[in-house]
Every structure is written in C-alpha cells, then in structure tokens.
C-alpha cells in the first residue's frame, strides 16, 4: 500500500502499468439472426390488424358511435409499429463487442 503511495507521490507508474495499458483480445459477437417462423408471426398479426382497422371503419360508418374511429384503430397501429420497430432494431443492431 506504501509503495502505490510512493509511486502516486512521485509521479511515477507502477511496475508493470505498461503491461496493462494495452488490449490484450477483443471478442465480437454477431447480433441474433433473424427468425423466419416470428417473422412470419409479424406478418399474420399486421395482416389481422389491418382486418381489424376495416372493420372499425366499417362499423364506425354503418353505426352511430359517439367516437372517432382512430380511437380505436391508432392505439393498435402505434403498439404493432412499437413491438415490429423493437424486433427488427434488435436484430439489425450492431455486433456485441465482449
């Protein structure tokens, strides 16, 4: 304990600080590859949400609501695009380095 004392007194390193300056590895790992049966899942649930938004239209247009029919349809749209945005940002992100 001293002697790093001493060593931060003089100014000077330590014995073998050098050594430890340097990188000794670098690892890099891939990000995760995509997945073709969630993809596939993805692509069932924008087809059901773009169903689902017709029918909304639909209804609000045929029947008296006391509500716009983006009430309805925006939340929907916006958590699809939130969780889509979410999967592909996770796959197409940058390798891990370790």
């Known amino acids: 304990m001293f002697t790093n004392l001493l060593h931060l ?14 990188v000794e590895e670098v ?17 069932i649930c924008w087809v059901l949400i773009a169903i689902k938004h017709v029918a909304i239209i639909w209804a609000v247009s045929r ?25 592909y940002w996770r796959v197409r992100k940058s390798p891990r380095v370790k």
């Open 9 to 22: 007194i003089d100014g000077r390193p330590p014995h073998g600080a050098d050594h430890n300056a340097f």
């Open 63 to 87: 029947y008296h609501v006391p509500f716009h029919q983006l009430w309805v349809n925006f939340p929907t749209w916006l958590l699809g695009v939130l969780a889509t945005g979410i999967y």
């Open 27 to 43: 690892q890099v790992h891939e990000g995760e590859p995509r997945n073709p049966r969630l993809e596939r899942i993805i692509l």
